[in-house]
């Protein structure tokens, strides 16, 4: 979906602003909410797509002026409510008022290191051959879906030439909605910069990741 | 949680701090979540896994051609193997390492989110995922360098990787001069954070020896 989310390009943003000797946290909460976060993933309601793209659902003001863990806290809390796991009054009460959902395991403690080693890895036996090798033009498709995508704004209806293929990976616009994984070959394309900003970059060359379904074979 | 916060609530924390502990409190009660998970899980990303499991990563491709290799042609095999790192796991599922070269610079952002690898570079820096890098990395990355403190020659190709899929990217960067014979622990204390996003350079050996660190 078009959402604030979809930086790339954008202006005015000011400089970047980095801290010297960062810390990985600011603040207890930061941690809490990274942690809680993370925990509840695991309780498999949602997968990483379905996250992401209730992140992008925040309105675009509120999105651009919130922290990153601001963020992620607006789509938890959104994911919760929309499976029944909360409501809105336990939320504001702090405590539980009705028994918990059925089958909600927690991640328990001395599972965290296999959980974390184990990932989410997101590649999938092929069933078909790839349609595009490296070397291959293609141009990417012009789609403004509502939903979460890939593929970004100023990458939309862009030429550009296959560099590597990375094998079949679940496709994110389908399992965001639920729709299942779908799984699509997926290829680094490289763009020239200059295809995608006319002279107005400094840039080389962007390289960026698309399903298959995102190109299309250019027109003579 | 230190002792004073518990002693005077309301009077001290914030009201994100307050927010996210009734959360906590409620997931606790519904048992959703096991708090001593929560510890394991920030203990994790704070204490263990950082920025210097990468740097080990990029000492051995310098000091070493096979894995320097391996880690280019298979880089989730290369440093996820038991018998080299074991880096490995959520958010380094699909590892790729992009070598800088006199030729070519390599500077990666993930324009949609946060997209970073985790297993050898930790969480994020704020600044990675803020607007500003997110949205002038892919069309001004010469004037994002600059603000880095990084000036590269005109004719050197900056190529941008937008981490737009489960792919997770590190840079190799380039082994500075004046360290030949030097052992992996050495020159690992050479290559830091920004340098293996591409927004920074491995240090030269004569500045870190002055800065005495």
Same mark, same amino acid.
């Given at each position: 979906?078009?959402?604030?989310?979809?930086?790339?390009?954008?202006?005015?943003?000011?400089?970047?602003?980095?801290?010297?000797?960062?810390?990985?946290?600011?603040?207890?909460?930061?941690?809490?909410?990274?942690?809680?976060?993370?925990?509840?993933?695991?309780?498999?309601?949602?997968?990483?797509?379905?996250?992401?793209?209730?992140?992008?659902?925040?309105?675009?003001?509120?999105?651009?002026?919130?922290?990153?863990?601001?963020?992620?806290?607006?789509?938890?809390?959104?994911?919760?409510?929309?499976?029944?796991?909360?409501?809105?009054?336990?939320?504001?009460?702090?405590?539980?008022?009705?028994?918990?959902?059925?089958?909600?395991?927690?991640?328990?403690?001395?599972?965290?290191?296999?959980?974390?080693?184990?990932?989410?890895?997101?590649?999938?036996?092929?069933?078909?051959?790839?349609?595009?090798?490296?070397?291959?033009?293609?141009?990417?498709?012009?789609?403004?879906?509502?939903?979460?995508?890939?593929?970004?704004?100023?990458?939309?209806?862009?030429?550009?030439?296959?560099?590597?293929?990375?094998?079949?990976?679940?496709?994110?616009?389908?399992?965001?909605?639920?729709?299942?994984?779908?799984?699509?070959?997926?290829?680094?394309?490289?763009?020239?910069?200059?295809?995608?900003?006319?002279?107005?970059?400094?840039?080389?060359?962007?390289?960026?990741?698309?399903?298959?379904?995102?190109?299309?074979?250019?027109?003579? | 949680?230190?002792?004073?916060s518990h002693a005077h609530p309301?009077?001290?924390?914030?009201?994100?701090?307050?927010?996210?502990?009734?959360?906590?409190?409620?997931?606790?009660?519904?048992?959703?979540?096991?708090?001593?998970?929560l510890d394991a899980l920030v203990?994790?990303?704070?204490?263990?896994?950082?920025?210097?499991?990468?740097?080990?990563?990029?000492?051995?491709?310098?000091?070493?051609?096979?894995f320097r290799e391996w880690l280019?042609?298979?880089?989730?095999?290369?440093?996820?193997?038991?018998?080299?790192? &074991?880096?490995? @796991?959520?958010?380094? %599922?699909? =590892?790729? !390492? *992009?070598?800088?070269?006199?030729?070519?610079?390599?500077?990666?952002?993930?324009?949609?989110?946060?997209?970073?690898?985790?297993?050898?570079?930790?969480?994020?820096?704020?600044?990675?995922?803020?607007?500003?890098?997110?949205?002038?990395?892919?069309?001004?990355?010469?004037?994002?360098?600059?603000?880095?403190?990084?000036?590269?020659?005109?004719?050197?190709?900056?190529?941008?990787?937008?981490?737009?899929?489960?792919?997770?990217?590190?840079?190799?960067?380039?082994?500075?001069? &004046?360290?030949? @014979?030097?052992?992996? %622990?050495? =020159?690992? !204390? *050479?290559?830091?954070?920004?340098?293996?996003?591409?927004?920074?350079?491995?240090?030269?050996?004569?500045?870190?020896?002055?800065?005495?660190?």
């Amino acid at each position: 979906m078009n959402g604030a989310q979809d930086l790339g390009g954008m202006m005015g943003f000011g400089p970047i602003d980095p801290e010297a000797d960062e810390p990985p946290f600011h603040a207890d909460w930061e941690r809490r909410a990274f942690a809680v976060t993370l925990a509840m993933g695991f309780t498999g309601r949602w997968n990483i797509d379905m996250a992401r793209q209730a992140r992008e659902r925040l309105d675009p003001a509120r999105y651009l002026s919130s922290s990153y863990y601001e963020i992620w806290l607006e789509g938890l809390v959104r994911l919760m409510l929309e499976r029944g796991l909360v409501t809105r009054e336990e939320l504001a009460a702090g405590r539980s008022l009705a028994p918990a959902l059925e089958g909600v395991a927690a991640l328990p403690a001395a599972g965290v290191a296999a959980a974390l080693g184990r990932g989410g890895p997101t590649k999938r036996a092929a069933t078909s051959p790839a349609r595009f090798a490296p070397g291959d033009a293609v141009r990417t498709r012009v789609i403004h879906p509502q939903h979460h995508t890939r593929l970004p704004r100023y990458l939309r209806g862009k030429a550009g030439r296959i560099v590597a293929v990375h094998g079949v990976h679940v496709f994110p616009d389908s399992s965001a909605q639920g729709a299942g994984e779908s799984p699509q070959w997926l290829y680094c394309v490289r763009f020239e910069a200059d295809e995608l900003w006319g002279p107005d970059t400094t840039a080389s060359s962007i390289c960026a990741d698309c399903w298959e379904s995102y190109l299309e074979t250019p027109g003579p | 949680m230190d002792s004073s916060s518990h002693a005077h609530p309301g009077s001290e924390l914030t009201e994100m701090e307050l927010r996210v502990r009734a959360l906590e409190t409620l997931l606790v009660e519904k048992g959703y979540v096991d708090p001593a998970a929560l510890d394991a899980l920030v203990e994790t990303y704070e204490h263990r896994v950082g920025p210097r499991n990468g740097a080990r990563v990029v000492a051995r491709a310098w000091a070493d051609p096979a894995f320097r290799e391996w880690l280019l042609r298979d880089a989730t095999a290369a440093i996820g193997a038991d018998e080299t790192f &074991g880096f490995r @796991g959520r958010q380094g %599922e699909h =590892l790729v !390492a *992009l070598e800088n070269t006199p030729c070519v610079h390599n500077v990666v952002v993930c324009t949609l989110c946060s997209c970073y690898p985790w297993p050898v570079l930790g969480l994020p820096p704020v600044w990675y995922k803020s607007a500003p890098y997110r949205s002038r990395a892919v069309i001004d990355p010469r004037g994002v360098l600059a603000e880095f403190g990084v000036t590269l020659p005109a004719d050197t190709e900056i190529r941008v990787w937008d981490s737009t899929a489960e792919i997770r990217y590190m840079v190799v960067p380039m082994r500075p001069a &004046g360290t030949d @014979g030097w052992t992996e %622990e050495r =020159l690992a !204390a *050479l290559v830091t954070r920004d340098s293996m996003i591409g927004t920074g350079l491995a240090r030269p050996p004569a500045g870190f020896e002055e800065g005495g660190r």
